[in-house]
């Protein structure tokens, strides 16, 4: 047997869990319906297959019909859910995987004008800043009802197969109930700590009499709301002996904070540039006071922190969530001693954020990830050996290079600068995006290993390429910031890419025009607020940086915020003229014939690039396919044709940025779903 302290089995009550690793409650998204189907299913059983321990559905499934879920999650509600529960069990439990799921009773956590138009519940009148929602205060019945619903919920569980529950008790009805600053009730459910959790102790009270003593039942819950007037460290401790006194919790998992502003929330769940682990010693505290087993995930992105964790027994259980959506073979590599293999976790919360924005959880480099159908994360080998030559080493290149590699091909590339990485290098130069290039590094590693042939500081030309004698060509070029978007001056403009890699300095008085509302135009504007500069971030939308998302946006607004920046919404800049040593920034808005004129140092555009397509359309008349892409056959995993022109000599195909402006996550699954089928 193993020494590793991950790899060591644990009892939880009558469960023998198989090693320490586990994946903690999270909703990606994926339901049909409110159900668990096929899509669902495959996300957590190709987990499951890799040998994590337990994985723990769910984020949160709503017990009650006045819990809407704000996006899509599970309906527990519902008797038809448990059929599909049983199918992702009985996967699961398969290869030996355990498998729970957290239930929970949003509270104010969401909005009236969702699923039956119910008005939301809580124990105040008090709004939830991030959605928005007054709810009513809630009354008895409500209560007597709600109970009744989670004991419902719970024994749906059971029935489909779950190893055990999990009650939410962070941000939603049953710590809304804990904490002073959401609780204004008389009587028997407000005033004192007693009396505040007296609802969430008929709720495990009404669930044991439902479902048994031996069914796991666990609970995760803010210990510390870290909030003025709020929980505080000394009230968790007591909460969660008060739960231990009960005898019927089997399991604590521990959350540090608030999730009611995007700040909070990101403080829960940290984002790249935070600190790695920040709550995993204060976790390790509630373990040691109150002897319950304990879980904890926040930022544990790697092996080494993890395994410190189950170690120096600070956790009975080590959750590594985004972890494992960027590598879902964590623990089969960690038993096969290849921990160098395993795609890291780079905190960009691309899965986080999606969600938030009404979307489904992405890994932001493993397009994999939710697509399991669709998708292999491990790669087959090819029938036949071919010649693939690839142009351009961004995240679209390495991609491909990788996939092509690991199909057996023989694989070289071509890349202009002297190093790999493209548009990630530049968004690493930022010390809070470091992580970004792992991204890279993590590519350029892989591809190593597989023999892959780089030749840096090489414009690739047509015969560059041709005398490679290639059966396959991919593009991967990338595009260039496009900042010809005024009537009149775009020479007197530079580009925020000329800002972030150092190549202009900031003026002093600054407009960062973002006609794009994605990162660089944020990121150009800390290089510049941090050089004293006065900074206005400008954009004709009606929010700003809509693709940066709401958890991204926060370490942002907290490097700006304390710094001479303004932030302008829904007015478009239409020209620049010289003013004498300023540029007079001609102003507009899409809403009314509004114009004015004012005077800055430097104009910095954010718009997207155009894509570095020249070699493409020369490369295009010599190949077999003209270039073309069968979207059936990419969407569906077929094989592309190759018959549009005889005289050809090779396949030719462009992804990534190369073909029109779009993120990170489209240029590596561009490559990826292409590649697979070479």
């Known amino acids: 047997m193993s020494k590793d302290p991950l790899l060591q089995p644990y009892q939880l009550k009558h469960l023998t869990l198989k090693n320490r690793i586990m994946i903690t409650s999270h909703e990606p998204a994926y339901p049909e319906d409110g159900m668990p189907k096929d899509r669902y299913r495959a996300y957590h059983e190709t987990r499951a297959k890799a040998g994590v321990a337990m994985t723990m559905t769910a984020g949160s499934a709503a017990v009650s019909r006045n819990s809407p879920p704000v996006f899509n999650n599970i309906l527990a509600y519902k008797d038809e859910v448990v059929p599909w529960v049983k199918r992702l069990t009985d996967a699961c439990h398969d290869h030996g995987c355990a498998v729970m799921i957290q239930l929970t009773h949003l509270g104010r956590r969401t909005h009236w004008n969702k699923g039956d138009w119910l008005p939301s519940v809580s124990p105040s009148h008090e709004r939830e800043p991030a959605h928005r929602a007054?709810?009513?205060?809630?009354?008895?019945?409500?209560?007597?009802?709600?109970?009744?619903?989670?004991?419902?919920?719970?024994?749906?569980?059971?029935?489909?197969?779950?190893?055990?529950?999990?009650?939410?008790?962070?941000?939603?009805?049953?710590?809304?109930?804990?904490?002073?600053?959401?609780?204004?009730?008389?009587?028997?459910?407000?005033?004192?700590?007693?009396?505040?959790?007296?609802?969430?102790?008929?709720?495990?009270?009404?669930?044991?009499?439902?479902?048994?003593?031996?069914?796991?039942l666990g609970m995760r819950f803010t210990a510390d709301e870290d909030l003025e007037g709020g929980?505080?460290?000394?009230?968790?401790?007591?909460?969660?002996?008060?739960?231990?006194?009960?005898?019927?919790?089997?399991?604590?998992?521990?959350?540090r904070g608030h999730i009611e502003t995007d700040p909070g929330l990101t403080d829960v769940i940290p984002v790249q540039g935070m600190r790695n682990a920040p709550h995993l010693d204060f976790a390790g505290t509630i373990k040691k006071e109150?002897?319950?087993?304990?879980?904890?995930?926040?930022?544990?992105?790697?092996?080494?922190?993890?395994?410190?964790?189950?170690?120096?027994?600070?956790?009975?259980?080590?959750?590594?969530?985004?972890?494992?959506?960027?590598?879902?073979?964590?623990?089969?590599?960690?038993?096969?001693?290849?921990?160098?293999?395993?795609?890291?976790?780079?905190?960009?919360?691309?899965?986080?954020?999606?969600?938030?924005?009404?979307?489904?959880?992405?890994?932001?480099?493993?397009?994999?990830?939710?697509?399991?159908?669709?998708?292999?994360?491990?790669?087959?080998?090819?029938?036949?050996?071919?010649?693939?030559?690839?142009?351009?080493?961004?995240?679209?290149?390495?991609?491909?290079?990788?996939?092509?590699?690991?199909?057996?091909?023989d694989v070289s590339v071509f890349e202009a600068a002297p190093d790999a990485g493209g548009q990630v290098r530049l968004t690493a130069q930022s010390e809070r995006r470091r992580e970004m290039i792992s991204i890279i590094d993590w590519r350029m590693d892989q591809c190593t290993a597989l023999g892959v042939r780089f030749r840096f500081n090489t414009f690739a030309e047509v015969q560059d390429v041709i005398g490679e004698e290639p059966d396959v060509v991919i593009v991967a070029t990338g595009g260039l910031p496009h900042t010809e978007v005024l009537s009149e001056g775009n020479d007197l403009v530079v580009s925020a890419w000329d800002i972030i890699a150092g190549d202009v300095k900031p003026g002093k008085r600054v407009l960062v025009y973002d006609d794009a509302g994605d990162h660089p135009a944020l990121q150009a504007a800390e290089f510049i607020a941090s050089s004293g500069a006065h900074v206005e971030i400008m954009t004709p939308d009606r929010s700003f940086a809509p693709d940066v998302m709401a958890m991204n946006l926060v370490p942002y607004m907290r490097s700006l915020q304390d710094k001479d920046v303004r932030f302008t919404v829904t007015y478009r800049l239409k020209a620049a003229r010289r003013a004498g040593n300023m540029i007079s920034a001609v102003i507009g808005t899409d809403y009314s014939n509004f114009v004015e004129e004012r005077e800055f140092h430097q104009i910095v555009i954010n718009h997207g690039t155009v894509p570095m397509d020249e070699l493409y359309f020369e490369l295009k008349p010599r190949s077999k396919n003209l270039g073309s892409v069968n979207?059936?056959?990419?969407?569906?995993?077929?094989?592309?044709?190759?018959?549009?022109?005889?005289?050809g000599t090779f396949a030719l195909y462009r992804i990534g940025d190369a073909v029109s402006a779009r993120n990170t996550h489209a240029a590596i699954y561009d490559a990826l779903r292409l590649v697979k089928d070479i």
Not at 140 to 161: H, L, P, T, V
Not at 231 to 255: C, H, M, S, W, Y
Not at 397 to 407: D, F, N, P, Q, T
């Open 134 to 216: 007054f709810p009513k205060q809630v009354e008895d019945w409500d209560i007597d009802r709600i109970i009744q619903d989670y004991a419902d919920a719970a024994e749906r569980m059971k029935e489909g197969g779950m190893d055990g529950i999990e009650l939410q008790a962070y941000g939603h009805l049953m710590d809304q109930f804990w904490s002073p600053l959401t609780n204004t009730l008389d009587g028997p459910f407000g005033g004192t700590l007693e009396n505040r959790m007296r609802f969430s102790l008929q709720v495990i009270d009404a669930i044991r009499n439902r479902v048994g003593d031996e069914f796991i």
């Open 231 to 255: 929980l505080t460290p000394e009230d968790g401790l007591e909460i969660a002996r008060r739960l231990k006194e009960t005898g019927q919790i089997d399991f604590l998992n521990v959350i």
């Open 290 to 409: 109150i002897g319950l087993p304990t879980f904890h995930a926040a930022k544990i992105p790697d092996v080494a922190t993890a395994r410190h964790a189950i170690a120096e027994g600070l956790l009975d259980m080590v959750g590594m969530t985004r972890a494992h959506m960027a590598d879902p073979m964590i623990v089969k590599k960690i038993a096969e001693k290849r921990e160098g293999d395993i795609r890291p976790c780079v905190g960009a919360t691309y899965c986080l954020d999606r969600i938030y924005q009404a979307g489904d959880a992405l890994c932001i480099h493993n397009p994999a990830t939710g697509r399991e159908l669709t998708m292999p994360h491990e790669i087959a080998a090819a029938a036949h050996k071919k010649k693939v030559v690839i142009v351009g080493a961004g995240p679209a290149g390495m991609e491909a290079a990788r996939v092509a590699a690991e199909r057996g091909h």
């Open 631 to 647: 979207q059936e056959a990419l969407i569906f995993g077929r094989p592309q044709p190759l018959d549009a022109n005889p005289e």
